[in-house]
């Protein structure tokens, strides 16, 4: 068989916490391709690529000549033409992410040329006028970001909120940067949301339990002035399975429709894993 092609270069990699990162690839001698706010791609690495230190035993052992693929969502703005940004997390038992935990600046790695999805801000599925609220746990948050930095001129009208659930204040990434643009836009509101503040160093002074505890707790009307509702606005969900099913029940329960191929709706999903 031949050995797969690795037509990317690694030019950043930065952990936010030991479990979750933020990767830089340039594809090497060939242009990136265009793709909207939202969008993911396919990173590949062969089963020879050795795994992370925080990673569990891999039985069976990967067939060393096969490239391990898996999509990823861009966390970058395609405004950048020079590099695509990734915000990883590991799961150690997986076979793909503790390769890229691997991964060192200057490393190859396979570049899917095609980009894909559907998860975006298309304006024949979202009304120009209508509000936003961005829902995330983990590294669900790296569409959004790609979102946010592309349209930071949002018209100031339209009211956006980005919610974001981890564990631990430590794995909220790129919290100085949302912080910033919730300074500068008066139409944002970012809410992080800390599910386990016992076991931070120091006090979480910040909202705490679970996204749908931020959602039901009206802290959106309270900084929009208005409630989010299916006539007002639409809802973004991407993270774990868990959270996107429990968020569906309560936003059905108000009203909400989600999207799906044969119908519209106002609560876009997406599905990072079953
Ligand atoms: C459209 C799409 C976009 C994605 N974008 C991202 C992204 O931006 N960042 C990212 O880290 N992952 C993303 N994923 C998940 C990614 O494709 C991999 O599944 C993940 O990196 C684990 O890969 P793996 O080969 O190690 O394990 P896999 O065999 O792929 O997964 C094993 C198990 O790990 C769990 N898992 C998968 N992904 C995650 C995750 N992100 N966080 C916690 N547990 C997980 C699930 O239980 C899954 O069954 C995306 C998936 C899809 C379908």
Redesign the pocket.
């Known amino acids: 068989m031949d050995k797969p092609i690795l037509n990317a270069v690694v030019t950043l990699r930065n952990e936010v916490s030991p479990w979750l990162m933020i990767l830089n690839v340039v594809p090497d001698g060939w242009d990136l391709p265009d793709y909207v706010p939202g969008q993911?791609i396919s990173l590949g690495l062969p089963g020879s690529a050795s795994r992370c230190a925080l990673a569990e035993p891999e039985i069976p052992p990967a067939d060393p000549d096969k490239l391990?693929k898996?999509?990823?969502?861009i966390a970058s703005s395609p405004m950048n033409r020079e590099f695509l940004e990734?915000?990883?997390?590991l799961?150690p038992d997986?076979?793909?992410?503790?390769r890229l935990f691997n991964l060192k600046i200057g490393d190859r790695i396979w570049l899917s040329p095609k980009v894909t999805?559907k998860f975006m801000f298309d304006d024949s599925r979202v009304p120009k006028d209508a509000n936003l609220v961005l829902i995330a746990t983990?590294?669900g948050l790296?569409p959004f970001v790609s979102m946010m930095s592309t349209y930071l001129k949002f018209p100031p009208q339209r009211r956006v909120a980005l919610i974001h659930g981890v564990r631990h204040s430590r794995d909220l990434g790129y919290r100085s940067i949302l912080m910033a643009m919730e300074h500068l836009r008066t139409n944002l509101t970012y809410i992080p949301v800390v599910s386990r503040p016992e076991e931070d160093p120091v006090p979480w002074k910040g909202a705490t339990g679970h996204v749908q505890d931020v959602w039901k707790s009206g802290a959106i009307e309270k900084a929009w002035g208005t409630r989010p509702a299916p006539e007002n606005a639409h809802v973004f969900i991407c993270g774990?399975p868990g959270m996107s099913e429990s968020m569906l029940e309560i936003l059905r329960r108000e009203g909400f429709k989600e999207e799906t191929k044969q119908e519209p709706g106002q609560v876009h999903v997406?599905?990072?894993?079953k």
């Open positions: 993911f391990i898996r999509a990823y969502s990734f915000y990883v997390a799961v997986g076979p793909l992410s503790p999805g983990s590294s790296a774990s997406e599905k990072y894993w």
